[in-house]
T-cell receptor, first 111, second 113 residues
């Protein structure tokens, strides 16, 4: 079945440093979604990318969808303590009836 | 506030017991999804309902079952509970299917003693 992998699993950064998480799917995706889960919280939808090569920005966050629509990345510039949490990517399966989540990247920011 | 309501927030019970988790989706959302998240783990998809009908099944154990009622609220039933079932159970909803963003509830934390 479809697999969605994320690396790294954990990342410690100093406040102000940049951070990137990578997402790879075993199958071509029609779209990719990104979610953030704060410690003790629930996943919150961040963004959806649909087009090949698409790049979207949300303030310090930059999301990219690969040309082959099998990979994606989330880059955070100048991390802040408010960025702490686990970032998940997710993509629909081929049947379009299930969203498969990556294992997540847990970001920890040292002030 | 995501608009998705889950009850109860916490549930403590013993092995062998049966529990029911409840979810009310966001107003206007027809799809409901259930996920299991064990400690520091990812989100494991359990099952999806759309407008009252089962649409997709993930790695859901036979001891688990769910349904979506005419008013679109959903219940997840867990029976013959085992220690390994201790986890956070999230409900999410979306307008229709997996091509729209999912909105998650706060979850039900289930602890099996």
């Amino acid at each position: 079945g479809q697999q969605v992998m994320q690396i790294p699993q954990y990342q410690h950064v100093q406040e102000g440093e940049d951070f990137t998480t990578y997402c790879n799917s075993s199958t071509t995706l029609s779209n990719i979604q990104w979610y953030k889960q704060r410690p003790g919280g629930h996943p919150v939808f961040l963004i959806q990318l649909v087009k090949s090569g698409e790049v979207k920005k949300q303030k310090r966050l930059t999301f990219q969808f690969g040309e082959a629509k099998k990979n994606s990345s989330l880059h955070i510039t100048a991390t802040q303590t408010t960025d702490v949490g686990t970032y998940f990517c997710a993509g629909p399966n081929n049947a379009g009836n299930m969203l498969t989540f990556g294992g997540g990247t847990r970001l920890m920011v040292k002030p | 506030d995501s608009g998705v309501t889950q009850t109860p927030k916490h549930l403590i019970t013993a092995t062998g017991q049966r529990v029911t988790l409840r979810c009310s989706p966001r107003s206007g959302d027809l799809s409901v999804y259930w996920y299991q998240q064990s400690l520091d783990q990812g989100l494991q998809f359990l099952i999806q309902y759309y407008n009252g009908e089962e649409r997709a099944k993930g790695n859901i154990l036979e001891r688990f079952s769910a349904q979506q009622f005419p008013d679109l609220h959903s219940e997840l039933n867990l029976s013959s509970l085992e220690l390994g079932d201790s986890a956070l159970y999230f409900c999410a909803s979306s307008v229709s299917g997996v091509y729209q963003p999912q909105h998650f509830g706060d979850g039900t934390r289930l602890s099996i003693l």
